[in-house]
């Protein structure tokens, strides 16, 4: 089993950043590729940004750059630096990482933080 814990979340201004933090523990070496996903007020859901084991690294277009997601694969972490946010990036923030463990295959979800952006 992988478990991932987020944390950095909270309420800023518009133009301002956070930096969010998503701690792996339990099966890592299972895991392949990490992401972010939030859903926002309406309950849409989207990918924010994915990264794979290898560093390759994909975004929204929403957040493209404007956000950068980085991985540590030694701590089994992975961390999305959040710059001049919007009241459009209020949202669950959740992260996510895909595991292999034959013969199974699936994603594990974080249990989400809360961004806010006023305006």
């Known amino acids: 089993q992988v478990r991932l814990v987020e944390s950095g979340g909270g309420l800023v201004q518009a133009g301002e950043s956070l930096r969010l933090t998503c701690a792996a523990s339990?099966?890592?070496?299972?895991?392949?590729?990490m992401g972010w996903n939030r859903q926002g007020p309406e309950k849409t859901h989207e990918l924010v940004a994915g990264?794979?084991?290898?560093?390759?690294?994909n975004y929204a277009d929403s957040v493209k750059g404007r956000f950068t997601i980085s991985r540590d694969n030694a701590k089994n972490t992975i961390f999305l630096q959040m710059n001049n946010l919007k009241p459009e990036d209020t949202g669950v923030y959740f992260c996510?990482?895909?595991?292999?463990?034959?013969?199974?295959?699936?994603?594990?979800w974080g249990q989400g933080i809360q961004v806010t952006v006023s305006s």
């Open positions: 996510s990482a895909e595991y292999s463990i034959p013969p199974s295959t699936g994603t594990t």
């Open positions: 339990g099966s890592v070496f299972s895991i392949n590729d």
């Open positions: 990264i794979s084991s290898g560093g390759s690294t």
